[in-house]
C-alpha cells in the first residue's frame, strides 16, 4: 500500500539537506569576434546593430523605434537559424512597441537580443512615451512571436545582460511581452521602471499561449504593479536567482503554470506570490521574502490555490508565510528554513517524511570569450551554410586548440556546418562557443542507420572543465539516418548550456566508462543515457524533447540526478533508473498521443533508488493520459502508482505534489 503524510507534518520533519546551492551572481562583459558579426539582413549569426547597415545611436536621446523595427523585420523568419542582435554599451531608447514580424507581417521567433553588459547597455522607453498612460490598457515595450502563428513555436526567443527601463511617467507599461518555447531564455537582465513612483504595470508578462519551456536566470525586476505574470497550464517555466523588488501589488502571479525556482528574493510591502489556479503547481527551492523597513506587515507572502512546495524559505515580515486557501486548508507561519508542501506525500514503500533531497549545484559560469585564446573553424576551412563537408576543417581548429596551452576556446562563425563523422574532443580545450551554429550530420558515417554515431566524442582531455555553448546540433530529415549529440568518455566536467540535441534520431547524451559529471542547463533532447556509476548531474530547463527512437527519455545506472524544471513530450516513458537517486524539482509531462491502459509507457520506473519527485502533465482526452506514474521495485517486489492516486489537473491531466523513495 501507498503511504501518505500530511503537508505540516512534512514540513517539520524532512529538512535533511539543503536542496539548492546558491551561485554568486556577476555582471558579464558579453564579446563577439568579428569573424562572427554579419552585416547583411537574412543571414544567420550576429550583427551589431551600431555599426552598418543600420548604424543605431545608442546615445541615450535619438529615438531608434524605426531602425530597430526594421532591424527585426529584415532578419527575423529564418528556419533553423537563430539571428542575434549585439547592443553594445549604451542607451538605446524607444518610443512604441517592437513587434516580433516578418516583411509580411507575421510573427515569428528565433531572435535574441543580447547586450555587452547588463548594468551598461540600456533599451529605455522614453518618458511620457504616446499610448503608455494607461494601467488599464497596458503597452508593452517588446513583444515575442511565434513561428507559424502558433501558439507553441517561440523557438530561441532571448533578451541576455541587458536593462529594459520604461521610464518615467509611463504607468501602463509593460517592460516584455515575453513568449519562449523549447530553449529561449532570460539571462542576467534587469527590468526596471526609473519613475518616482516605480510605475509600470508588469515587468515581465508571460501571459500568452503557451509559455515554457524556457529559462529566466539571474533576473531583477524592479518595480510594476505586478513583478512578473505567468498564464496557462502549459508549459513550464524554469527560473534561478530571481530579484523582486518595489512591486505595488504583487511581486509574482502564477495563473496555472508549472514554476519552478531555485532562489527567489522579495523585498516587498506587498504579497511574494499568488497562485490563483488550481492548476498551478510552484516549486520554490531556497527563498528570502522580506519588507524594505523589516516591519511586520499584516498580509500574507503567498496565497496558493495549486500545488506549492518550498524547502529553505527565510520568512520574517509577513503575518503568515503561506495562506493555503485549497482544499488542505494548510497555512504555514513565519520563521527561517521552512519547508512546506501544500498537499500530502507520496511514498510506495517508505515514510514520506524521511527523505533525502539531492542537492542542485548551481552551474559553473561560463567563460568570458577572449579572442587572442580562441581559434575559429572558419580560419581552418569550415564554410558555414555550404554543401561541402565540414568535419575535417572543423576537426583541425579542434586539434590546433588541443595541442597549444595558449589557447582555450574554438569557436564557430554562425551558420549550418555538414559534418560526415564524429568531432573530437580533446587535450586543454576548454570551451567550445557556438553562437547560435547549428551542425548537421548528413554525410558518411551518418547514412547507416544500423550504427549509433556521436556528433561529438569527448576523450582524452587534459583539462578538468569542458564548457559547450549555444550550439544546434539537428539532422537533416532526408539524408541523415543515425546520430547522437555527444559521447562523454572523460572523468572532465561536462557544462552544456544553451543546447538542442532535440533534432537527432538516437538521442542526446551517453556517458562511457570514464564520463566526469555533467552540468545540462537550457537544454533540449531526449534520450540522456547516463550509465557510469556514482556519476552527477545537475540541470535545469532540461527539456526532454526529441530522438524518435528511444524507450526511457533518461536512463540512469547508479547515476545521481537533480534536475530543476523538466518537460517531456510524447506519449513514451520518461526514467528508467536503477540505484543512485534522482530529484526531480518540478516540471510538466505532455505524452500528446494515446497511451495504452495496460503495458503503456510509464512516468518514472525506479529500482533501488533514492527519489525526490514533482510534477504535474497536461492531457487532453481520457486515454492521452500516463495510467502508470511511479512503478517501483524494492527487493523483487514491485508496486504501481496510478492516475487515480494523484491529483487531477485540466481535462485530463494529473499533478504529483510529491513523490518520495527512500531504500
Known amino acids: 500500500m501507498y503511504r501518505f503524510m500530511t503537508a505540516l507534518i512534512l514540513c517539520l520533519l524532512c529538512i535533511h539537506s539543503t536542496v539548492h546551492a546558491q551561485a554568486t551572481t ?25 555599426k552598418p547597415p543600420y548604424n543605431m545611436p545608442s546615445d541615450g536621446s535619438t529615438d531608434v523605434t524605426e531602425i530597430l523595427q526594421r532591424a527585426i523585420t529584415e532578419n527575423i523568419g529564418q528556419p533553423f537559424k537563430r539571428k542575434t542582435f549585439y547592443f553594445p554599451n549604451g542607451t538605446y531608447v524607444i518610443s512604441n512597441t517592437l513587434l516580433w514580424k516578418k516583411p509580411n507581417g507575421k510573427y515569428y521567433a528565433r531572435l535574441r537580443f543580447i547586450g555587452q553588459s547588463r548594468e551598461k547597455t540600456i533599451i529605455k522607453l522614453a518618458d511620457h512615451a504616446p499610448g503608455y498612460d494607461n494601467p488599464n490598457k497596458p503597452k508593452a515595450m517588446f513583444k515575442t512571436g511565434s513561428i507559424n502563428a502558433s501558439s507553441y513555436d517561440h523557438y530561441n526567443n532571448s533578451f541576455w545582460n541587458m536593462t529594459l527601463d520604461v521610464g518615467t511617467g509611463n504607468p501602463g507599461a509593460v517592460a516584455l511581452d515575453y513568449n519562449a518555447n523549447n530553449e529561449g531564455s532570460l539571462r542576467n537582465l534587469l527590468v526596471k521602471s526609473s519613475d518616482p513612483d516605480k510605475a509600470g504595470t508588469i515587468g515581465i508578462m508571460m501571459v500568452r499561449a503557451y509559455p515554457g519551456p524556457c529559462l529566466l536566470k539571474d533576473v531583477t525586476v524592479d518595480g510594476f504593479k505586478v513583478g512578473m505574470k505567468v498564464r496557462h497550464h502549459e508549459y513550464s517555466v524554469t527560473m534561478e536567482n530571481i530579484t523582486l523588488t518595489n512591486q505595488s501589488m504583487v511581486a509574482m502571479k502564477n495563473m496555472g503554470n508549472v514554476v519552478c525556482i531555485s532562489n527567489l528574493k522579495s523585498v516587498n510591502n506587498v504579497p511574494v506570490l499568488h497562485a490563483t489556479s488550481g492548476y498551478a503547481m510552484t516549486t520554490i527551492l531556497g527563498g528570502q521574502f522580506s519588507r524594505p523597513d523589516g516591519k511586520t506587515t499584516t498580509i500574507n507572502a503567498i496565497t496558493n490555490k495549486g500545488v506549492l512546495l518550498m524547502r529553505d524559505i527565510d520568512c520574517q515580515d509577513y503575518r503568515l508565510t503561506v495562506e493555503d486557501q485549497t482544499d488542505q486548508n494548510n497555512h504555514l507561519d513565519l520563521g527561517k528554513q521552512l519547508n512546506y508542501l501544500s498537499h500530502p506525500a507520496v511514498s510506495l514503500f517508505d515514510d514520506p517524511s524521511q527523505a533525502s533531497w539531492p542537492q542542485l549545484k548551481p552551474t559553473p559560469t561560463l567563460p568570458v570569450f577572449d579572442v587572442s585564446k580562441a581559434v575559429s573553424v572558419n580560419a581552418h576551412g569550415a564554410k558555414a551554410d555550404d554543401p561541402g563537408d565540414d568535419s575535417d576543417a572543423i576537426q583541425a581548429a579542434l586539434d590546433a586548440v588541443a595541442e597549444n596551452s595558449d589557447k582555450t576556446t574554438v569557436y564557430f562563425s554562425p551558420g ?45 582531455m587534459s583539462v578538468k572543465e569542458l564548457f559547450f555553448n549555444d550550439i544546434n546540433n539537428v539532422k537533416h530529415w532526408q539524408k541523415c539516418k543515425t546520430g547522437f549529440g555527444l559521447l562523454h568518455d572523460d572523468p572532465a566536467t561536462l557544462i552544456l548550456t544553451n543546447i538542442d540535441f532535440g533534432g537527432l534520431l538516437d538521442g542526446a547524451y551517453r556517458s562511457g566508462e570514464q ?61 528508467d533508473c536503477i540505484g543512485g537517486s534522482l530529484g ?80
Open 416 to 460: 549550418i556546418y555538414i559534418i560526415s563523422k564524429p568531432l573530437i574532443v580533446h587535450g586543454s580545450i576548454q570551451y567550445i562557443e557556438g553562437f547560435g551554429t547549428t551542425i548537421r550530420p548528413n554525410k558518411g558515417q551518418y547514412l547507416d542507420k544500423e550504427a549509433a554515431v556521436p556528433i561529438w566524442h569527448v576523450k582524452d
Open 515 to 575: 564520463a566526469g559529471d555533467v552540468y545540462i542547463e537550457n537544454n533540449v533532447g531526449s534520450d540522456w543515457r547516463f550509465t557510469k556509476s556514482n556519476q552527477h548531474v545537475y540541470a535545469r530547463q532540461w527539456n526532454l524533447e526529441g530522438a524518435m527512437r528511444v524507450d526511457f527519455k533518461i536512463t540512469s545506472r547508479n547515476a545521481h540526478i537533480a534536475a530543476l524544471g523538466i518537460k517531456t513530450e510524447r506519449a513514451v516513458s520518461i526514467g
Open 26 to 50: 556577476e555582471d558579464v562583459n558579453y564579446t563577439v569576434p568579428d569573424d562572427a558579426i554579419m552585416t547583411a539582413p537574412m543571414k544567420p549569426g550576429v550583427i551589431n546593430l551600431t
Open 584 to 663: 526531480i524539482y518540478g516540471g510538466l509531462m505532455y505524452p500528446v498521443k494515446t497511451i495504452p491502459e495496460e503495458n503503456g509507457p510509464m512516468v518514472f520506473k525506479l529500482q533501488d533508488t533514492s527519489a525526490v519527485i514533482n510534477y504535474a502533465e497536461v492531457a487532453y482526452g481520457k486515454n492521452r493520459n500516463y495510467e502508470r506514474h511511479i512503478v517501483e521495485t524494492r527487493d523483487d517486489q514491485t508496486r504501481t502508482l496510478t492516475k487515480e492516486q494523484c491529483r487531477k489537473r485540466n481535462r485530463d491531466g494529473r499533478m504529483l505534489p510529491l513523490y518520495v523513495s527512500q531504500p
